[in-house]
């Protein structure tokens, strides 16, 4: 990031181009300026939390060109097909199960079985362009409010990211609304530019977050492994899986190098791989080496410890 000089581009393909190399490219949607990222490229959605300087890792909105590519990475149901014919292009995000061979990074989802995509307004020729998933959080630092016009977006991100195709100022100008389809009755997750009444037209009555009943696992923010895990561990047993950070080897290495951001990228796939060997048999358990609690860093602890606390909670 250091002495990188963010550039306002006038041309779509200019950003499609800067995507696919793996660069974080901002761009207007009808709701608000995204920061966008090739949704598959580990690295580049890791560079995404960096920007922000996110704490913690929330899953990503995924954006497509259209409602067939959209389905390439979640598992529709009939309410995200009406859902979809009714709203889309436009600012309502479905939260679906994604699909097993769906090959969005894990970081983007947050570790979670389920993905949220959306098809923006004003944007499809870029994201055909781009040819794969777009991952966008809204382009502002962490905390602070969303940017609405390049100049917002310079004035929150300079320096730290690529490009920034001026697209004008955003029409809706809040969020899109989240809607989770994945349980048994529709849930409101964010209040957005497609309102409550317009969705319960569709689908009838909504449930509220909390109140209806979901899969283990799919709650937001709580991916964990099913293995022990412990933290901050300097000298691991050795029938524990290390997940490792820094020159000492491990059953998985987050970063030879210890680089916080490749770790960032590595951090989900890190903790299924190390899952799936404990529950082979063999190991008693995983340890994660320490990592440094200053910049990625923060992000990765907050996530460990979740994964590290009691369960059933
Ligand atoms: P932002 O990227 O800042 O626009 O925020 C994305 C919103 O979508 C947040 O409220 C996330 O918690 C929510 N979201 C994204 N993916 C998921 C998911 N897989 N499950 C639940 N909520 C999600
Ligand atoms: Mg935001």
Redesign the pocket.
């Known amino acids: 990031m250091g002495g990188l000089i963010t550039r306002i581009v006038a041309d779509g393909a200019e950003a499609a181009a800067l995507l696919r190399a793996g660069a974080l490219v901002a761009f207007g949607t009808e709701t608000v300026y995204g920061l966008g990222a090739d949704a598959t490229n580990d690295a580049a959605v890791a560079g995404i939390f960096a920007a922000k300087g996110r704490p913690h890792f ?4 995924c954006h497509y060109p259209d409602e067939a590519a959209a389905w390439g990475d979640v598992v529709p149901n009939d309410a995200a097909r009406s859902l979809a014919a009714r709203f889309w292009p436009g600012p309502l ?1 479905m ?1 679906l199960p994604r699909r097993a061979d769906s090959r969005v990074a894990l970081l983007a ?2 570790g ?1 079985d ?3 995509v959306r098809v923006p307004v004003g944007v499809g020729g870029l994201l055909r362009a781009v040819g794969r998933p777009v991952a ?3 382009a502002n630092r962490s905390g602070h409010i969303s940017p609405t016009r390049a100049e917002d977006v310079i004035a929150e991100l300079d320096g730290r990211i690529a490009a920034v195709w001026d697209t004008g100022p955003c029409a809706v100008g809040v ?2 609304t ?1 809607v ?1 389809l994945c349980g048994p009755v529709p849930t409101l ?2 209040p957005g530019g497609v309102t409550r009444d317009a969705l319960e037209a569709v689908l009838g009555p909504l449930a509220e977050p909390g109140t209806a009943i979901r899969a283990p696992g ?1 709650l ?2 709580h991916y964990a492994p099913d293995a022990p895990l412990r933290l901050n561990v300097t000298i691991p047993r050795a029938d524990e899986a290390v997940l490792a950070f820094g020159p000492t080897a491990g059953q998985f290495q987050l970063s030879a190098s210890g680089d916080l951001t490749e770790a960032a990228a590595n951090l989900f796939t890190g903790l299924r791989v190390l899952d799936a060997l404990v529950r082979a048999g063999g190991w008693s358990g995983i340890a994660a080496m320490p990592i440094p609690e200053s910049g990625l860093g923060v992000a990765i602890n907050d996530r460990l410890r979740r994964a590290a606390a009691p369960r059933g909670s």
């Not at 929330?58 to 909105?61: E, F, G, W």
């Open positions: 929330n899953p990503l909105i995000t939260v989802s947050a979670l389920s993905l949220a966008a959080p809204s969020e899109s989240v989770d997750l964010r799919m937001a923010s």
